[in-house]
């Protein structure tokens, strides 16, 4: 994208020396400045993909102004306005561009941002929790074997909680 950016900057400060008449220079502001619009839009789905990511809240503001400055700067070429404002504001689109994509190479090759196959371990319960489920097994165990004298309806629930809880 810096490249593209470069690219249009070069074109603006040709169509001076040119010696285009009226229409001619109508019609390459009006291409020169729908590319500044792809460029931006290109740099909106950028900022979308990044949304969210440590990479995205790092540069996301710098993307949101060099998106103001290409609006500011399509603007400007669509009502022929070729003002050294607007060459030194493309100057700086490009050279924010160039920055944002060095950042974002230099995120892909961070050596911190490796992955790792996952690694399987077993795992023990603690001791004292192993001895409770013991103590909680014996005492259903009593109440099970220890005939209750109830009447059928509640000896059906116990029966009925008995079931749900194994």
Same mark, same amino acid.
């Given at each position: ?43 909106? /789905?950028?900022?979308d993909q990044m949304n969210g990511t440590e990479l995205g809240k790092k540069i996301g503001d710098n993307l949101q102004d060099?998106?103001?400055?290409? /609006?500011?700067?399509?603007?400007d070429l669509v009502n022929k306005r070729i003002t050294p404002e607007l060459m030194r504001r493309q100057k700086e689109i ?73």
């Open positions: 994208m810096g490249e593209q950016q470069k690219e249009l900057n070069k074109k603006i400060q040709g169509l001076g020396s040119q010696g285009m008449n009226g229409k001619q220079m109508s019609e390459e502001l009006a291409k020169i400045a729908n590319e500044q619009a792809k460029l931006r839009k290109q740099i909106k /789905d950028i900022q060099l998106q103001k400055k290409m /609006d500011a700067s399509e603007n490009e050279t924010r561009l160039l920055e944002a994509e060095k950042a974002i190479k230099e995120q892909e090759l961070d050596p911190k941002r490796k992955s790792n196959t996952g690694v399987t371990f077993s795992r023990v319960s603690p001791p004292d929790l192993e001895k409770f489920k013991k103590e909680k097994e014996k005492q259903v165990e009593l109440l099970r074997t220890t005939p209750p004298n109830f009447t059928p309806f509640y000896k059906k629930q116990t029966d009925n909680y008995f079931k749900k809880i194994n």
